[in-house]
């Protein structure tokens, strides 16, 4: 079950319990081997969000974001022997990136750009917190936003939780090493989300076993200007 976006909380810090270190370490360690695969075929990626930042719970997803375009099948090539659940294009709103998915379970994602991406859209995983696999791999945890509107800043036996009302967005650009337009653009979203419920998503289409993303892609494009022009710019 994904974590609903919650009103504004108060700062405090959180000991992680031995259970939750153990949940922590098997998330990444999947996340790890499926990187790896990935890697193996020159795919970098990143993995972000709680398993980045190291906020997670038993409900939390593994989502994997393969940084640059490459085509379709060699990804399906790295993935072999993770079952998929689904093959699907998503793209949040009309004027954000086209990205397909690879569903490996109800909580880990593969996702990967079938357009150029803006240095916003970069910064969204940064905003989150993320992790490359040597990052990973060494034990690193990263500060980050979560969807309730709280900076989580790791230390040493767990994290301090600290309300975005309470932070200077230059500030917070620093810590998370983003530009401004990025954390003014969350906010209004996870703001919108917290008083509204879960937002709308533009376009989220299965991929037919037979057919590419790419191919899928174009007969989309086809028939909606909006995500036309998004591949064109």
């Known amino acids: 079950m994904r974590t609903k976006t919650a009103i504004f909380g108060e700062r405090r810090e959180v000991v992680y319990s031995d259970e939750r270190w153990q949940i922590l370490k098997n998330k990444r360690e999947r996340a790890m081997k499926i990187m790896e695969r990935l890697q193996e075929q020159s795919l970098d990626s990143i993995v972000y969000g709680s398993v980045a930042r190291g906020d997670v719970n038993r409900e939390s997803d593994i989502d994997i974001f393969i940084t640059h375009r490459a085509p379709s099948y060699l990804i399906e090539v790295s993935l072999e022997g993770f079952p998929v659940l689904e093959r699907r294009i998503v793209q949040a709103t009309p004027n954000y990136a086209v990205k397909g998915e690879f569903v490996l379970d109800e909580n880990t994602t593969v996702s990967f750009p079938l357009v150029n991406l803006k240095d916003r859209e970069i910064d969204f995983y940064s905003f989150g917190g993320s992790l490359k696999l040597k990052e990973l791999v060494s034990g690193e945890r990263v500060p980050g936003v979560d969807k309730r509107l709280m900076l989580i800043q790791p230390v040493e036996d767990g994290h301090i939780e600290i309300p975005l009302l309470e932070i200077d967005e230059v500030e917070l650009s620093k810590i998370l090493g983003v530009g401004l337009e990025i954390i003014k653009e969350r906010k209004r979203v996870l703001e919108r989300r917290r008083e509204t419920g879960r937002t709308g998503i533009f376009l989220?289409?299965?991929?037919?076993?037979?057919?590419?993303?790419?191919?899928?892609?174009?007969?989309?494009?086809?028939?909606n200007p909006a995500v036309r022009r998004r591949i064109m710019n």
Do not use: C, H
Request: charged share 40%; no cysteine.
């Open 204 to 223: 989220n289409q299965t991929v037919p076993d037979d057919e590419s993303f790419e191919s899928l892609l174009d007969r989309i494009a086809k028939k």
